[in-house]
């Protein structure tokens, strides 16, 4: 089952770019306010309370659903959360308009363009136009990982409620910024959730792009303790073969772009793999 959701739910993402209509949040930040306010003496608890009882209360339908009608409940209750889970906005859009301004030669644009890429659209802090462009891939990178291979991962190792916890995880962590409040909690317990995802992304892009190169990151970051979005930034440039120049930016962009759709397509594969063997 869990295959059929992932490959229905990768599919309506791709045709339709955004799902926002399935994807509220205010639900959650106003429970995470509450909690915080609650236990502001103890900010751990409270977000560990915001976390948790949404996850818990989703597990405890899944427990009442299986193996009931057929298993139909629980596969639409599963297409459900595979869904909200899912990346927020229309990434596919955002980097065409980017590549858009890059092909016209309008670099103020494309800085511009980076704030869609980034948490909050917060803008670019590059001063180069090779910065610029040095940044753009690494949100980009990091924007296919947590849209797409993150929540998977979460989905096929913990079901629905995997996936629903690190699509809240990082809600929250986008609220923190906003509110400037348990960076570093909020820091921690995110770099946890994908720091084995996005080593595992890492073989899937060196499989479909520059292997040796892709390989030699990949070595380097199993002791680092960076950020996710950089890790994975340094992968889609080794796996991609290209390097920072201003007058390579669209062709790189591109580049990056193809190379996470074949990562993508490979790590479904892989999933029927292990469907099949196990």
Same mark, same amino acid.
């Given at each position: 089952?869990?295959?059929?959701?992932?490959?229905? /739910?990768?599919?309506?993402?791709?045709?339709?770019?955004?799902?926002?209509?399935?994807?509220?949040?205010? %639900?959650?930040?106003?429970?995470?306010?509450?909690?915080?306010?609650?236990?502001?003496?103890?900010?751990?608890?409270?977000?560990?309370?915001?976390?948790?009882?949404?996850?818990?209360?989703?597990?405890? &339908?899944? %427990?009442?659903?299986?193996?009931? %009608?057929?298993?139909?409940?629980?596969?639409?209750?599963?297409?459900?959360?595979?869904?909200?889970?899912?990346?927020?906005?229309?990434?596919?859009?955002?980097? @065409?308009?980017?590549?858009?301004?890059?092909?016209?030669?309008? !670099?103020?644009?494309?800085?511009?363009?980076?704030?869609?890429?980034?948490?909050?659209?917060?803008?670019?802090?590059? !001063?180069?136009?090779?910065?610029?462009?040095? @940044?753009?891939?690494?949100?980009?990178?990091?924007?296919?990982?947590?849209?797409?291979?993150?929540? *998977?991962?979460?989905?096929? &190792?913990?079901?629905?409620?995997?996936?629903?916890?690190?699509?809240?995880?990082?809600?929250?962590?986008?609220?923190?910024?906003?509110?400037?409040?348990?960076?570093?909690?909020?820091?921690?317990?995110?770099?946890? *959730?994908?720091?084995?995802?996005?080593?595992?992304? /890492?073989?899937?892009?060196?499989?479909?792009?520059?292997?040796?190169?892709?390989?030699?990151?990949?070595?380097?970051?199993?002791?680092?303790?960076?950020?996710?979005? @950089?890790?994975? /930034?340094?992968?889609?440039?080794?796996?991609?073969?290209?390097?920072?120049?201003?007058? @390579?930016?669209?062709?790189?962009?591109?580049?990056?772009?193809?190379?996470?759709?074949?990562?993508?397509?490979?790590?479904?594969?892989?999933?029927?793999?292990?469907?099949?063997?196990?």
């Amino acid at each position: 089952m869990e295959f059929i959701v992932i490959v229905i /739910g990768l599919l309506l993402m791709r045709q339709l770019g955004s799902l926002a209509a399935l994807q509220p949040d205010n %639900w959650f930040l106003g429970l995470a306010g509450k909690f915080r306010q609650i236990f502001s003496t103890i900010p751990q608890l409270g977000k560990f309370l915001a976390l948790v009882l949404p996850v818990s209360i989703l597990a405890g &339908l899944i %427990w009442l659903v299986t193996d009931r %009608w057929l298993g139909i409940p629980l596969f639409l209750l599963s297409l459900l959360i595979f869904l909200y889970s899912l990346g927020r906005g229309d990434l596919e859009r955002d980097v @065409e308009d980017y590549q858009e301004d890059l092909s016209r030669g309008d !670099e103020q644009a494309a800085y511009h363009d980076i704030a869609a890429f980034n948490e909050n659209n917060q803008q670019a802090t590059a !001063e180069s136009a090779e910065q610029s462009h040095a @940044e753009a891939v690494r949100l980009i990178a990091y924007r296919y990982f947590e849209r797409y291979f993150a929540v *998977m991962f979460w989905f096929i &190792l913990g079901g629905a409620p995997g996936a629903l916890l690190y699509r809240l995880s990082v809600i929250y962590h986008q609220q923190s910024l906003r509110d400037d409040a348990d960076a570093g909690l909020r820091d921690r317990w995110l770099w946890l *959730m994908e720091w084995l995802p996005a080593r595992l992304v /890492g073989i899937s892009l060196a499989v479909v792009g520059n292997f040796p190169a892709c390989l030699a990151r990949l070595s380097e970051s199993l002791i680092s303790s960076a950020a996710s979005a @950089e890790v994975l /930034g340094n992968y889609a440039l080794a796996a991609s073969k290209t390097s920072i120049k201003s007058d @390579e930016a669209l062709a790189e962009t591109d580049d990056i772009e193809a190379l996470f759709t074949r990562s993508l397509i490979f790590a479904v594969f892989m999933v029927a793999v292990l469907v099949v063997l196990l």
